[in-house]
């Protein structure tokens, strides 16, 4: 019964996201991609200095900053997006 009504949620989720409207998509698109590169890029980092290259502190540092902003810009760009488009569709 629980995962009945998760799915309809889903679905429901998945049908106001198809409302929004194509500039506000793209944001959210192209800000995913973005944040999928530096995630890939800071855990590259990470695991290289972990098991190729001398270990440096700076780098994981570097590594976990980058990784985290990731994450920030993932939501910067899907709060961004669907702001703009509740902002566009109210006038």
Known sequence: MH???LFKNIKK?????NKVN???KSIIK???QISLALL???TIV???NHRVLSYNSQLVYIGT???R?????LAQAIIGGLLIDYITKKN
């Open 22 to 24: 194509k500039f506000s």
């Open 46 to 48: 990470i695991v290289l």
């Open 30 to 32: 192209y800000g995913t």
């Open 13 to 17: 989720m998945a049908q106001e996201f």
């Open 40 to 42: 890939f890029a800071g």
């Open 69 to 73: 902003n990731s994450f920030i810009i």
């Open 65 to 67: 900053l980058v990784v």
């Open 3 to 5: 995962t009945n009504t």
